[in-house]
């Protein structure tokens, strides 16, 4: 490296960009933290629209980035990035945010609405989403205590046919109405 | 233009900058600071210049992986106002209330010291680096100073008083304001230029974005209006085909762009500027947003490299190929494939700091994964996104092949995530 009389600094070596050559392949952490510009730092989500992570079942969080990445579940950006991972990532990246601590958003929510919502629940949600959705059951995600507007767009992406349903969960969804289904999200949301 | 010293020195601002420089040239002392060694240091501590998308999130991040080490933040102004949504002020959709954050949450919750002040030298052999109140120790030094700009590139510019006629706004904060109050005292039937430079410059799509902003207005309020874009760039550098429809659908026959058209010096008596130094372009509003540069503290530092632009870095730990102990995130430094985004700052960042803390451990350092995600307003309520997996090969930033891209069309729902990603990032970086 050269000092010039000017006080630019100019390299007399080699100037290529350079990585550590013995550098560990990328942790959990590592793979994870980059996430958390959109999902919050550790995945405790700041944004409505954006699901919280913390604290979410691995398979769960596994299976929506496969999803994302084969195309099956709908997305806008995910899919993009998704397809940047590999399964072993996908399960580093859910074992890391599954271990998380989660905390509740806190948002605005219609009493009435969050009453109708149980009782849809009640009839028919809540053989996979137990425990009012606290609880993982198979591959169902935790529910409870996320956003409500995140919910509301699942809730849009099921009723319109964009976000396809197994058999079961088509059975007892496609009778409810929109209303029903925004009720449920309302439901979930105030679970804490 | 070459940089001479004489240019050089100016472009810095003189003053304090002149003894920095001697300072990197060798034989001249560093600049002394009026009061001594401020903060004495007395376990292992990293500095953080630069309290904006990357360096918050460095300074957060060392905390959370290593509470032993301590952790200065130095940063000129008490609030941060972010670039990305500015373009929204411009346009009236958004206040100014809505960008800003403090750093009294970030600093308490994760044990940061913070420091407030301009940085006006640093001594890369000492390892200090210097304010007006003195000096501070560090071992390892984090510079995320954003962008500063090739001003000397425009004939006719005078960084002291041109801004004030002809905003660049390319800073978020008092420059976003002046525009939209430019844009409010305009006359219907008024013409808007923006121009801009050469790629790389700070956020690729923000010129197209601000374009789509000011016509949203103007088709509101002064519906007879014009939007000029003088790209220097051949064609549009991000999104192209998605800002090309989006004119179309919103404000056909509001916005002109011009590729290859690039302003090369300005006349802000005339309101005009001039294109490849022969053609002369009027308009009632001018937007120039000029060539840009690491931020001027990289330049004192040493570590930008030959190109007298960007800073150089190990694509690893983002430690400076130039300077030891010294890395550089951000808008300043040359990723590889990440683009000068707030979204590859904030990855940048707590790359930079796992590799820190592994280095200061005696630990092994961590290959890069980065993301960037970036979203423009087309109208109101729709959006459009890029997004990118970074990762390393053959000792380079690449994206991962076969992902990322951008949106497939227009869209409501990305205008509603777009949202939510400033509320969580901006949330990340201040608590």
Same mark, same amino acid.
């Given at each position: 490296?050269?000092?010039?009389?000017?006080?630019?600094?100019?390299?007399?070596?080699?100037?290529?960009?350079?990585?550590?050559?013995?550098?560990?392949?990328?942790?959990?952490?590592?793979?994870?933290?980059?996430?958390?510009?959109?999902?919050?730092?550790?995945?405790?989500?700041?944004?409505?629209?954006? +699901?919280?992570?913390?604290?979410?079942?691995?398979?769960?969080?596994?299976?929506?980035?496969?999803?994302?990445?084969?195309?099956?579940? +709908?997305?806008?950006?995910?899919?993009?990035?998704?397809?940047?991972?590999?399964?072993?990532?996908?399960?580093?990246?859910?074992?890391?945010?599954?271990?998380?601590?989660?905390?509740?958003?806190?948002?605005?929510?219609?009493?009435?609405?969050?009453?109708?919502?149980?009782?849809?629940?009640?009839?028919?949600?809540?053989?996979?989403?137990?425990?009012?959705?606290?609880?993982?059951?198979?591959?169902? +995600?935790?529910?409870?205590?996320?956003?409500?507007?995140?919910?509301?767009?699942?809730?849009?992406?099921?009723?319109?046919?964009?976000?396809?349903?197994?058999?079961?969960?088509?059975?007892?969804?496609? +009778?409810?109405?929109?209303?029903?289904?925004?009720?449920?999200?309302?439901?979930?949301?105030?679970?804490? | 233009?070459?940089?001479?010293?004489?240019?050089?020195?100016?472009?810095?601002?003189?003053?304090?900058?002149?003894?920095?420089?001697?300072?990197?040239?060798?034989?001249?002392?560093? %600049?002394?600071?009026?009061?001594?060694?401020?903060?004495?240091?007395? &376990?292992?501590?990293?500095?953080?210049?630069?309290?904006?998308? &990357? &360096?918050?999130?460095?300074?957060?991040?060392?905390?959370?992986?290593?509470?032993?080490?301590?952790?200065?933040?130095?940063?000129?102004?008490?609030?941060?106002?972010?670039?990305?949504?500015?373009?929204?002020?411009?346009?009236?959709?958004?206040?100014?209330?809505?960008?800003?954050?403090?750093?009294?949450?970030?600093?308490?919750?994760?044990?940061?010291?913070?420091?407030?002040?301009?940085?006006?030298?640093?001594?890369?052999?000492?390892?200090?680096?210097?304010?007006?109140?003195?000096?501070?120790?560090?071992?390892?030094?984090?510079? @995320?100073?954003?962008?500063?700009?090739?001003?000397?590139?425009?004939?006719?510019?005078?960084?002291?008083?041109?801004?004030? %006629?002809?905003?660049?706004?390319?800073?978020? &904060?008092?420059?976003?304001?002046?525009?939209?109050?430019?844009?409010?005292?305009?006359?219907?039937?008024?013409?808007?230029?923006?121009?801009?430079?050469?790629?790389?410059?700070?956020?690729?799509?923000?010129?197209?974005?601000?374009?789509?902003?000011?016509?949203?207005?103007?088709?509101? *309020?002064?519906?007879?209006?014009?939007?000029?874009?003088?790209?220097?760039?051949?064609?549009?550098? @991000?999104?192209?085909?998605?800002?090309?429809?989006?004119?179309?659908?919103?404000?056909?026959?509001?916005?002109?762009?011009?590729?290859?058209?690039?302003?090369?010096?300005? #006349?802000?008596?005339?309101?005009?500027?001039?294109?490849?130094?022969?053609?002369?372009?009027?308009?009632?509003?001018?937007?120039?947003?000029?060539?840009?540069?690491?931020?001027?503290?990289?330049?004192?530092?040493?570590?930008?490299?030959?190109?007298?632009?960007?800073?150089?870095? #190990?694509?690893?730990?983002?430690?400076?190929?130039?300077?030891?102990?010294? *890395? %550089?995130?951000?808008?300043?430094?040359?990723?590889?494939?990440?683009?000068?985004?707030?979204?590859?700052?904030? @990855?940048?960042?707590?790359?930079?700091?796992?590799?820190? %803390? $592994?280095?200061?451990?005696?630990?092994?350092?961590?290959?890069?994964?980065?993301? #960037?995600?970036?979203?423009?307003?087309?109208?109101?309520?729709?959006?459009? @996104?890029?997004?990118?997996?970074?990762?390393?090969?053959? #000792?380079?930033?690449?994206?991962?092949?076969?992902?990322?891209?951008?949106?497939?069309?227009?869209?409501?729902?990305?205008?509603?995530? $777009?949202?939510?990603?400033?509320?969580?990032?901006?949330?990340?970086?201040?608590?």
């Amino acid at each position: 490296m050269k000092f010039r009389k000017d006080g630019w600094v100019v390299a007399a070596g080699l100037l290529a960009v350079t990585a550590s050559p013995l550098a560990a392949p990328p942790t959990a952490a590592m793979l994870s933290n980059a996430c958390a510009g959109c999902h919050g730092t550790q995945g405790v989500s700041a944004g409505p629209s954006m +699901p919280g992570l913390a604290g979410q079942s691995k398979l769960s969080l596994v299976e929506s980035m496969k999803g994302f990445k084969s195309g099956e579940r +709908p997305s806008t950006i995910m899919g993009r990035l998704a397809k940047g991972y590999s399964d072993a990532e996908f399960d580093a990246m859910g074992e890391f945010f599954s271990k998380q601590k989660p905390v509740p958003p806190v948002q605005a929510l219609d009493k009435a609405k969050i009453a109708k919502g149980q009782a849809v629940h009640e009839k028919s949600c809540a053989r996979c989403h137990v425990e009012d959705g606290k609880e993982p059951k198979d591959n169902s +995600p935790i529910v409870a205590s996320q956003w409500l507007k995140y919910l509301q767009i699942q809730m849009d992406d099921y009723a319109s046919g964009k976000r396809k349903m197994f058999e079961n969960k088509a059975e007892k969804m496609k +009778p409810l109405s929109r209303e029903d289904l925004d009720a449920v999200a309302h439901f979930y949301s105030s679970v804490k | 233009m070459t940089v001479d010293r004489r240019n050089f020195l100016k472009m810095l601002g003189a003053g304090a900058g002149v003894s920095a420089l001697q300072g990197c040239a060798g034989p001249a002392p560093m %600049v002394a600071a009026s009061g001594g060694e401020i903060m004495p240091k007395s &376990g292992r501590r990293v500095v953080v210049v630069g309290g904006g998308y &990357g &360096g918050t999130i460095a300074a957060k991040y060392l905390r959370m992986l290593d509470a032993s080490i301590e952790v200065v933040l130095i940063e000129r102004n008490r609030q941060f106002v972010s670039c990305p949504f500015s373009n929204l002020v411009v346009g009236g959709i958004r206040q100014m209330s809505d960008l800003t954050i403090g750093y009294d949450k970030l600093a308490s919750n994760h044990g940061i010291k913070m420091l407030y002040g301009e940085v006006t030298a640093i001594d890369a052999a000492a390892k200090t680096v210097a304010l007006a109140a003195g000096t501070l120790k560090y071992d390892r030094l984090i510079l @995320s100073p954003g962008i500063d700009f090739r001003f000397e590139e425009l004939a006719g510019y005078d960084p002291a008083t041109t801004p004030d %006629v002809m905003p660049h706004a390319w800073k978020a &904060g008092p420059q976003t304001e002046l525009l939209r109050r430019q844009l409010l005292a305009m006359k219907d039937g008024g013409s808007v230029v923006i121009t801009l430079p050469l790629a790389p410059y700070r956020c690729p799509p923000g010129p197209y974005e601000r374009a789509n902003m000011i016509a949203l207005y103007l088709k509101q *309020h002064k519906p007879k209006s014009k939007v000029i874009i003088l790209d220097a760039n051949p064609d549009i550098t @991000s999104k192209g085909g998605l800002f090309r429809k989006g004119w179309a659908k919103h404000y056909p026959g509001m916005i002109t762009y011009r590729g290859a058209s690039k302003v090369t010096a300005v #006349n802000a008596r005339n309101h005009s500027v001039l294109i490849e130094g022969v053609e002369e372009v009027k308009a009632d509003v001018i937007n120039v947003i000029p060539p840009q540069r690491a931020g001027n503290i990289a330049v004192k530092a040493g570590v930008v490299g030959p190109d007298m632009k960007w800073c150089p870095v #190990n694509a690893t730990t983002f430690e400076s190929t130039l300077a030891k102990d010294i *890395h %550089v995130i951000g808008d300043s430094c040359i990723a590889g494939a990440m683009p000068k985004s707030g979204y590859s700052a904030n @990855s940048e960042a707590k790359i930079a700091a796992t590799n820190i %803390v $592994a280095l200061m451990n005696g630990r092994e350092t961590i290959e890069i994964s980065g993301i #960037n995600t970036c979203y423009s307003f087309i109208s109101e309520k729709e959006a459009v @996104s890029v997004a990118a997996v970074y990762k390393v090969a053959n #000792n380079a930033i690449v994206s991962v092949p076969n992902s990322g891209g951008v949106s497939p069309d227009l869209s409501e729902l990305e205008a509603v995530y $777009a949202e939510s990603w400033l509320r969580n990032i901006l949330t990340e970086m201040s608590s």
